[in-house]
């Protein structure tokens, strides 16, 4: 396809093809300003830097969630279980507050994370159980686990930690959200761990061709392990985040997110099927599903729509990517 | 030649030993049928008063899964996945219910027909998609779940609309005796209507062909692309099927979609259809379907918390395909 995409006619379309494959996130962050423009067009000055904090800081949980769906991807696999542990996270982290103090409740999040993580690995890289089944089905188990927590402590329950309000809806300068102190080193952590690290080069290897990693020495259940860990603990990261930008903690409150951050790493170029994308594409596709959301809303079209324009968005851009990667 | 044709005309003579093959390939859909035995046993020793009311209320309650997980049979079966089901049944439920308002009952045998048709489309849209774009079936299933949802809620913004008395009355009561529940009645007729005619044509070989060896089976001629959207648009028919069963049971239709999509695909591997495609059938994911519901049920009467009922089937789900795939290594390396 590579080579058949080259001695195409028309030279601008075979270039246009190269760029797509090669840099995806340059046709993204075009994409983005179209976006922006627009949303500008629609509503005169509604672009001020309040708006772009607004935009900043409800994409951060999406970014850091599809964050989870890329590093899962580029291994073949999926997380399901992202909006099952963001939610226990951060639910959690409610009912501690009281007696217990934040930084306990934090760390019972954060364990109890792991714990999903470790076993959805294991799932995954030892008994080869399909991702797709192994994550659905522990985020039946922490959601009614999370379920049945939720009524053990009625009585204890008080609700979202102040710090965690500060950190998630907060902002500084207008513009910049306080999430940012916890989603930049998240994301340099991504992108170098990927870049730069073994680690990062086994993901892709791993999801590339399984039986070549398997025969250059790569053990795959163990890459496998630390990425659902490292899946569950982002996951987390983003609960706490999501209930302090919404003030709510309650058992399901990120479900809505997952489809959304499949959606994100979908956009950002990221393949389903393993050993191609990146983590910079994800941040930018979360901000393009963010600035479209709002764009659609400002424009006064309903919920139904929204969702509609989302599904065909994601269908035409991995078709389009699906096309000029060649592959099937 | 005569000699190999023998035991087979033997074991067609006799019945019994046709019960016997039948049951080996059956094997997982069998087991599955006497644990659920089991569970109603144990159900009966648990809260003696379960009886009629308890078997009618639970043959309503898993129809539209059940229907929902035959949708995901077919359509897991030629090697894909739909995670729209659960929107697509939203869509059909809600137009279903927003025609039928209000409208003469005769008007209802049209709207039956025009929402089966729409689940038609639906799952040649699907299908096409697949087809056409070369994208991943979970995604484009994914991204159009999210696109039927939508339209669901075009058509309504709130759970509204009504159901005809008749179709109301094919699910809601028991048939002569009161033990045989109608919406068991009317599953069996619906999946062995659509499901058994398919199974045994040629594209029903075509669909398991497709799913066990996509190239094998495009160069034994199998038109591979025509046969993955009719697997789509048979799992769109049971979608729309799924819906009306909604409706019918409801009384009304509600435009959010329920948990419909990720239980059937807990029910599919349950009920014994590999995930890689080519292999099971729509029997065994609906007593996949039974159990999950009974399972919760006994636990209710355990009076132990509903929550931990969602545990237990997430356990389950994991458990099964753990084990499943334990012994597929097993077997590989030995």
């Known amino acids: ?328 | 030649m005569s000699t190999a044709v023998g035991p087979i005309e033997d074991a067609r003579g006799r019945p019994a030993d046709a019960l016997v093959q039948w049951a080996r390939r059956n094997g997982w859909s069998v087991s599955l049928l006497g644990f659920f035995a089991l569970l109603l046993v144990f159900t009966k020793l648990i809260q003696p008063n379960y009886g009629v009311a308890g078997i009618q209320g639970l043959a309503i309650s898993v129809l539209p899964l059940a229907l929902a997980a035959a949708a995901q049979a077919v359509v897991v079966i030629s090697g894909g996945l739909d995670l729209s089901i659960g929107s697509m049944m939203a869509l059909t439920s809600v137009v279903a219910a927003v025609l039928m308002k209000g409208q003469p009952e005769e008007f209802g045998i049209a709207v039956v027909i025009g929402v089966l048709l729409l689940g038609l489309v639906l799952g040649a849209i699907n299908g096409s998609l697949v087809v056409v774009t070369r994208v991943p079936d979970i995604i484009v299933t994914l991204a159009m779940g999210f696109v039927w949802a939508g339209c669901a809620l075009l058509v309504i913004k709130t759970p509204g609309g009504a159901a005809t008395k008749w179709l109301k009355d094919l699910v809601l009561g028991s048939l002569g005796v009161e033990w045989i529940p109608k919406a068991a009645i009317a599953l069996i007729i619906v999946v062995a209507i659509v499901w058994i005619p398919v199974r045994r044509s040629n594209l029903g070989l075509s669909i398991y062909a497709i799913g066990s060896n996509r190239l094998a089976a495009f160069r034994s001629g199998v038109p591979v692309g025509r046969t993955k959207i009719a697997a789509y648009v048979l799992t769109g028919l049971f979608s729309a099927l799924a819906g009306l069963s909604l409706t019918a049971s409801t009384g009304i239709g509600t435009p959010v979609p329920g948990p419909y999509t990720l239980l059937s695909v807990a029910a599919v591997v349950l009920g014994g259809v590999s995930l890689a495609g080519g292999r099971g059938g729509v029997f065994g994911p609906i007593v996949a379907v039974l159990i999950l519901s009974l399972i919760r049920t006994d636990m209710t009467f355990l009076s132990l918390d509903t929550n931990l009922a969602i545990v237990v089937q997430g356990m389950i789900l994991i458990g099964v395909v753990m084990v499943g795939s334990f012994i597929q290594l097993r077997r590989t390396r030995a």
């Open chain 1, 1 to 328: 396809m590579s080579a058949a995409a080259g001695t195409r006619p028309s030279q601008a379309g075979a270039s246009w093809r190269r760029l797509l494959r090669d840099q995806p996130i340059i046709p993204l962050v075009g994409l983005l300003a179209v976006l922006v423009v627009l949303s500008e067009l629609a509503r005169r000055g509604i672009v001020s830097p309040g708006w772009a904090g607004t935009i900043l800081q409800a994409a951060v949980p999406l970014a850091i969630l599809a964050g989870c769906q890329t590093l899962a991807m580029l291994t073949g696999g999926i997380d399901l279980s992202v909006g099952a542990v963001a939610s226990m996270a951060g639910f959690v982290v409610a009912t501690f507050i009281h007696n217990q103090g934040l930084e306990a409740g934090l760390a019972v999040a954060l364990v109890a994370a792991t714990l999903v993580g470790l076993m959805n690995g294991i799932g995954v890289g030892v008994f080869r159980v399909h991702p797709l089944i192994m994550t659905l089905g522990m985020s039946l188990v922490v959601l009614g686990l999370a379920n049945a927590w939720q009524i053990l402590t009625l009585q204890t329950f008080t609700g979202v930690a102040e710090e965690l309000r500060t950190l998630g809806s907060g902002r500084s300068f207008e513009v910049l959200p306080n999430s940012l102190v916890v989603f930049v080193p998240v994301v340099a952590l991504i992108l170098l761990g990927l870049r730069r690290t073994g680690f990062g080069r086994l993901l892709y290897a791993v999801g590339d061709n399984p039986i070549a990693a398997r025969l250059s020495g790569a053990r795959s259940w163990q890459v496998l392990v630390v990425l659902y860990v490292i899946s569950a603990l982002l996951a987390a990261i983003a609960g706490f985040l999501i209930s302090g930008l919404t003030n709510v903690a309650s058992v399901n409150l990120a479900e809505t997110y997952v489809l959304p951050s499949v959606a994100a790493a979908v956009i950002g170029g990221t393949s389903i099927m393993g050993g191609r994308g990146g983590y910079s594409g994800t941040i930018v596709g979360a901000l393009i599903l963010t600035v479209l959301s709002s764009l659609l809303s400002s424009l006064g079209y309903p919920e139904a729509v929204r969702q509609i324009l989302f599904g065909a968005i994601i269908v035409a851009v991995a078709a389009a990517y699906t096309r000029v990667t060649g592959e099937t």
